[in-house]
């Protein structure tokens, strides 16, 4: 469980939670904004198994044993409902007003309103990646949000939350996680770490090379495909085996259609952190030439069981950054992803 994880790496804000439960005073909306992807996940599986734990320890912390807290950390506890980006656009749409479809921002409302079938009345509501929700989406949730029935919690999570409206971020108790390093769990990553390596540090002016490397990034990126796909079965494997046993047709299409979109919101997320991880790599080298000690770089991680320089050349710092920065800049629109990396590699290698 991530539960004690979570306690060590922010400790105030879980003492101030737990203070707040004591006395009953949690709210009803938070907004975890922070740079990690996994901690805002860890955070929001915390206050959520805080809230129903069967056997919370003496200082009211969730005890990660009892099967709420588990069923919490594996995604299956009945009352959580969880809404995610879905498709290639990575948007959360709003829904049809009348009738939402399933994993659409209103259909989400929509199980709100459903009683719970815990004798507390506990109902959790999670929206992972909430920056993807268009204005219309959040003013129709708006007051929701503000005023979520007895027993309901919402919990928004955002690496992202300037691009939220204000007034959404007004009704939120806002929880920052916020760590200035990045962990990178992408299957390949230490690999990618790596091929970045030997193409900024032994790759100058050597084309061939360059291209190799390039091919061997693509291959990497060839697997994210597969990796969301994995984890998207793991996550959904217990749900889809309920429904699965319920004998409910449309249930089991609701589930299937759930998992799918889970798939594609795992690769979206896999693909910024490869992309991100990219551009962290070059921004670690620059600051190390410029700085001239590795001693204070907050990803110094990313360097590991590479042979390094004594010191990195500025130039080829400079231009594998810029170069980072422009293969970012370049998906932001419809191109060519294998010519865009390719692109990167030789440019930092040869300029242009």
Known sequence: MRYREFEQRFPNLAAGLLNAASKKQLGGSYLLYGDDPLWREAGAMYLAAMTVCQSPLFGGEPCGECRNCRQIAEHTYAEMVELSPSGKAGYIRIGDENQPEPNTLRWFVQQFELASSNSDGRKIGIIHNCDAMNSEAQNAFLKT?????????????????????????????????????????????GELS??????????????????????????????????????????????????????????????????????????????????????????????????????????????????????????????????????????????????????FAVNTACGE
């Open 145 to 189: 949000l503000e005023e979520p029935d007895p027993g309901v919690i919402f919990i928004l999570l955002t690496g992202n939350p300037s691009a939220l409206l204000a007034t959404t971020r007004s009704r939120c108790q806002l929880l920052p996680l916020l760590t200035n390093t990045m962990q990178y769990d992408f299957e390949g990553a």
């Open 194 to 343: 790596l091929l970045l390596g030997d193409l900024i540090f032994r790759s100058a002016n050597d084309i061939v090379k360059a291209s190799r490397l390039a091919d061997a990034m693509l291959d990497l990126t060839g697997k994210l495909s597969e990796d969301s796909g994995k984890r998207a079965d793991n996550a959904w494997a217990k749900r889809l085996e309920q429904a699965a046993q319920v004998e409910d047709k449309s249930l089991l299409k609701r589930i299937t259609e759930q998992r799918d979109n889970a798939a594609a919101s795992y690769y979206l997320s896999l693909r910024k952190q490869f992309l991100s991880l990219l551009h962290t790599f070059c921004a670690q080298v620059w600051i190390w030439s410029e700085s001239g000690s590795l001693d204070n770089l907050s990803n110094r991680e990313l360097f590991e069981g590479i042979e390094l320089p004594e010191q990195p050349d500025k130039a080829v710092a400079k231009r594998a950054l810029n170069e980072a920065e422009k293969l970012l800049y370049r998906l932001r629109f419809q191109v060519d992803e294998k010519l865009a990396i390719r692109s």
